[in-house]
C-alpha cells in the first residue's frame, strides 16, 4: 500500500530579480486587499497551536523531495537537508554531489524552493521559516540581501501550504492568498517585505507546482482550480491566451489532486474518470509529439491524457512529461532532450504516454529540475537522469544520462 503524498506546490521562474534592499511596504489597491485582521494571529487562539497534520514528531513521516528549477533540495524528517544542483545564491558554485544544507525543525511539514530562496512550513502555529536571496523581500523581513540560514517570516502565523516564485513567496492563511516580495507577472500586488493578503479569496486549499513560469495556480476545497499569469500558450487552461493578473477559473476541471503548471504546458490529477484521471493543456507536446509544430496546436482547456491510468503525481517540463501511477511506476514523454525521458537512450526522438517505463524502484515522488528529472523511491534513494549540467545529476560531470544513476546516498568513488 502506497504512503499518501503531500500535495505538490509551486517552484517558479517569476520576474527578474532587481536587486536593491527590500522594498517598503506600498499602499495597495483595495481591490486586492482582504480586510481581515491581522495575519500573524494563530486561527484558534494565541497559543502556537499544531497543524493537525502532525500527528507526532517529527511531522514528516519519510523524507520529501522538492526542485528550485536548477537544483534538489532532499529533507529528512529529523532535519536533515541535502541540496546539489545550481546554488540558489547569486554567484555561488554548483553543488556537484548532495550537500548538507540547514538544519530544520522536527515539526517541519513541507519545504518549497524558488531559484533563489527556499522557504519551510512548520506545524508549530503555521510559522514560515525562509531562506536565501532576499533582494526583493521574498524572505519575509527585512534582513540584507541573503540569508543562509533559516529565519522566520514576521507577521502571518497559521500557513497551511506555500509556493514560491523567483521574487516572491505565497501563502495560504485560513482559506485565503497573502504574498510578500515583488510578485512580478503574478499580478498587480505591490512590492513588500511583510506578508499581505492578496486576492478575494476564502476556499483555497493547496497551490500548483511548476519549476518554470510565469504562472501559478490554486487548488480550492471544492475540487476545482484557478490560476493566474502568462498565459502564452494556454497553460492557464481558462479557454483563451490572455495574461490574467488575477486567478481566474481553470476550465471543466473538477475533483483536482494534484495541480502542476508550467511555461507553455499544464496538467492536472483528478478524482478517476472514464478516461483515466490525467489531464493536460496547452502546447500538445504532452500528448507526444516528436516536433515541436509550427505554428503549434494548442490545447486552451484541459483535455484527457490518453493512456496512463491510476495517475498520483505528474510533472511537466520543457516538451516533456513525467508521472508516477498507482503501482509507484514512472513513465516520461515528449521529447527526449538530453535523455529527460530516461528510456536509456540520447538517440530517441519521442515516447508517447503510452512508452516504456523508467527503470526504477517503487517510487515516493518525482521532481524535475531543467532537463532533469529527480526520483525518491519508497526506500529513500534518490535517483537522477537527463540532463548533467549545474550538477543536477550529482555525478561530479558534466555527462548526460539517459537512465536513472543513483544521486542520493552519494556512490563511494
Known amino acids: 500500500m502506497r504512503e499518501p503524498l503531500l500535495l505538490p506546490v509551486l517552484i517558479l521562474g517569476c520576474a527578474s530579480s532587481v536587486g536593491g534592499t527590500p522594498p517598503r511596504d506600498a499602499a495597495a489597491p483595495d481591490a486586492l486587499l482582504d480586510a481581515a485582521p491581522s495575519l500573524d494571529r494563530t486561527p484558534a487562539d494565541d497559543t502556537l497551536s499544531l497543524d493537525p497534520r502532525c500527528t507526532a514528531m517529527p511531522c514528516l513521516q519519510h523524507p ?49 524552493a524558488g531559484p533563489r530562496h527556499s522557504c519551510a512550513l512548520r506545524a508549530s502555529g503555521g510559522r514560515v521559516i525562509c531562506w536565501g536571496q532576499n533582494t526583493d523581500g521574498q524572505l519575509g523581513n527585512a534582513l540584507p540581501e541573503a540569508a543562509r540560514e533559516p529565519v522566520e517570516v514576521a507577521g502571518i502565523r497559521g500557513v497551511t501550504a506555500l509556493a514560491l516564485a523567483e521574487t516572491s513567496t505565497w501563502a495560504v492563511r485560513d482559506g485565503a492568498l ?20 492578496a486576492f478575494d479569496l476564502s476556499n483555497a486549499l493547496a497551490f500548483s507546482g511548476s519549476p518554470v513560469g510565469d504562472s501559478l495556480g490554486v487548488i480550492l476545497r471544492d ?56 489531464l493536460c493543456w496547452g502546447e ?78 517503487a517510487v515516493r515522488e518525482i521532481a524535475l529540475a531543467g532537463r532533469a528529472v529527480c526520483a525518491l523511491t519508497m526506500d529513500d534513494v534518490v535517483y537522477c537522469w537527463g540532463d548533467a549540467s549545474r550538477g543536477v545529476l550529482a555525478q561530479g560531470d558534466d555527462i548526460d544520462r539517459p537512465s536513472p544513476v543513483r544521486a542520493y546516498p552519494a556512490r563511494t568513488r
Not at 550537500?99 to 525543525?105: A, E, I, N, S, V
Not at 476545482?224 to 498565459?231: D, E, V, Y
Request: proline share 11%.
Open 178 to 197: 497573502a504574498y510578500w516580495g515583488t510578485p512580478g507577472a503574478l499580478g498587480n500586488p505591490p512590492p513588500t517585505a511583510s506578508p499581505r493578503p
Open 284 to 361: 500538445r507536446h504532452w500528448l507526444g509529439n516528436l516536433v515541436r509544430q509550427n505554428p503549434p496546436e494548442i490545447f486552451s482547456t484541459p483535455a484527457p491524457l490518453a493512456g496512463p491510468q491510476d495517475l498520483i503525481q505528474m510533472v511537466v517540463g520543457e516538451y516533456f512529461a513525467c508521472a508516477v501511477d498507482g503501482s509507484l511506476t514512472v513513465r516520461c514523454w515528449g521529447i527526449n532532450l538530453e535523455g529527460v525521458l530516461g528510456a536509456g537512450s540520447l538517440e530517441l526522438e519521442g515516447l508517447s504516454p503510452n512508452g516504456p517505463l523508467v527503470r526504477l524502484p
Open 64 to 112: 520529501i523531495l522538492r526542485s528550485h528549477g536548477t537544483g534538489i533540495w532532499l529533507v529528512f524528517p529529523d532535519g536533515r537537508t541535502f541540496h546539489w544542483g545550481q546554488s540558489q545564491f547569486v554567484g555561488g558554485p554548483p553543488d556537484l554531489a548532495p550537500t548538507p544544507g540547514p538544519r530544520l525543525p522536527a515539526d517541519l511539514l513541507d519545504l518549497q
Open 223 to 278: 475540487g476545482t482550480a484557478l490560476a493566474w499569469g502568462r498565459n502564452d500558450w494556454g497553460n492557464l487552461g481558462d479557454g483563451t491566451r490572455q495574461t490574467r493578473t488575477a486567478p481566474v477559473a481553470i476550465r471543466d476541471l473538477r475533483g483536482v489532486l494534484s495541480l502542476h503548471l508550467s511555461a507553455n504546458a499544464s496538467c492536472a490529477v483528478a478524482a478517476a474518470g472514464p478516461a483515466g484521471n490525467g
